[in-house]
């Protein structure tokens, strides 16, 4: 079966811009969940999505944000981009239980300059 | 705080030999998992073992879970190059959704 897809693969966007990333998860999936990854703070969870209900959000500030749709896809949005906003951006997909394992996606490679 | 934390951060082998890596924790879990990572792209789920598990097998990879100490282990045993990735233990939180702590890793690379 297909494995969780992510696009766009790589970006370049300039400060103070805004981006959309996108997650297509495994098909029966409800669960997405968000991660941010960089080299100082590693991976850092973001959010996630169950049934187009955010369930949980980590620390990060509001200009962060997400959704998913009736079909599971979901799409996380920064706003007025910074530089440290530059990292990995991987999206993973669950049946939503907590005794189960993840299917992560190639990641997003978001780059501000 | 990170609540799964790996040793060693780096672990550097060299093809046919086995590797080691250990992950500490810090409260109870329900279950603890292990993921690859090669050089920028997305993880791979690797192993997940619950709480009443103590061994685990999954081709060459050999995962350990003492709950008394709060560690676990994965051993990869015959290396190849290809083994050559970053490896994170990570556990859910038992009082969160979808979220998963990580730890930093352990950077293993296999030198043929």
């Known amino acids: 079966k297909a494995g969780v897809t992510q696009t766009p693969r790589y970006l370049i966007k300039t400060r103070g811009q805004q981006v959309t990333l996108s997650c297509s998860p495994i098909?029966?999936?409800?669960?997405v969940s968000w991660y941010q990854q960089t080299p100082g703070q590693g991976l850092q969870f973001l959010f996630e999505y169950f049934s187009e209900t955010q369930r949980n959000k980590g620390n990060f500030p509001g200009r962060f944000s997400g959704r998913q749709f009736s079909n599971s896809r979901s799409e996380m949005n920064v706003s007025t981009l910074e530089l440290g906003d530059s990292a990995l951006y991987l999206c993973?997909?669950?049946?939503?239980?907590?005794?189960?394992?993840?299917?992560f996606g190639s990641g997003t490679r978001l780059t501000v300059v | 705080s990170q609540q799964g934390e790996e040793d060693p951060q780096a672990l550097s082998i060299q093809e046919g030999e086995n590797a080691t890596m250990n992950c500490s924790y810090k409260t109870s879990i329900n279950n603890l998992q292990w993921y690859r990572q090669n050089s920028g792209r997305g993880l791979v789920h690797l192993i997940l073992?619950?709480?009443?598990?103590r061994e685990k097998h999954s081709g060459r990879l050999r995962v350990t879970l003492d709950t008394s100490k709060k560690s676990s282990s994965l051993l990869i045993t015959a290396s190849r190059a290809a083994d050559t990735a970053s490896y994170f233990c990570a556990i859910p939180r038992a009082d969160s959704w979808g979220k998963l702590q990580f730890g930093a890793g352990t950077q293993v690379v296999v030198t043929p």
């Open positions: 993973a997909s669950s049946t939503g239980g907590r005794d189960y394992g993840y299917t």
């Open positions: 098909s029966g999936h409800r669960s």
């Open positions: 073992i619950r709480s009443n598990e």
